[in-house]
């Protein structure tokens, strides 16, 4: 979020002091891309830990916390391994940021421009809870596909349940 307004192009309008959506939505796009590659490793170690009570006991991966987890999936499947998904990672952080962040501005400009209300708490609400709900909506799909990749825990020489990102977001 911090990078949103070194990497925006366009400055605000000098005339309305805004800056148009076509103009956010790839300074969102881009910051959201850089936050996510950089936090992939503790997504993936999140994600293991969070799934770890859902398989049979001797399957069982139980992590002592975030450092244990990267250590012991490097070590198992590889330093590659932490990077799991974070294609799709950066993808649904990109689109949720562009969309929630953008719109959010978007929304706010136009509740007062149009004087529908004050820069007042009950403004902010609204907007947010619009740009996030449209957010989570237009991420999701993305965002159940990267926890079912990154979940995946590949052993030597064994494939992957998975054809591809196609057949892991449509298969149940």
Do not use: H
Request: hydrophobic content about 40%.
């Amino acid at each position: 979020m911090g990078l949103y307004d070194v990497v925006k192009k366009d400055g605000p309008n000098p005339d309305t002091g805004s800056m148009p959506l076509v103009s956010k939505m790839p300074a969102r796009l881009i910051t959201g891309g850089i936050g996510a590659a950089v936090s992939n490793t503790d997504d993936v170690a999140m994600v293991r830990m969070q799934a770890g009570g859902r398989f049979p006991l001797a399957q069982r991966c139980i992590y002592n916390g975030v450092i244990d987890a990267l250590t012991r999936m490097s070590k198992r499947e590889g330093i590659a391994s932490l990077w799991r998904g974070s294609s799709l990672k950066m993808n649904r952080v990109m689109i949720m940021t562009a969309s929630q962040l953008a719109l959010y501005d978007e929304i706010e400009e136009e509740i007062l421009e149009k004087g529908v209300l004050r820069d007042e708490l009950r403004m902010q609400v609204t907007a947010g809870f619009t740009a996030g709900f449209v957010a989570a909506v237009v991420s999701n799909p993305i965002d159940v596909t990267k926890t079912r990749v990154m979940n995946i825990k590949v052993e030597a020489r064994k494939a992957t349940p998975y054809n591809g990102v196609i057949d892991c977001s449509i298969r149940q």
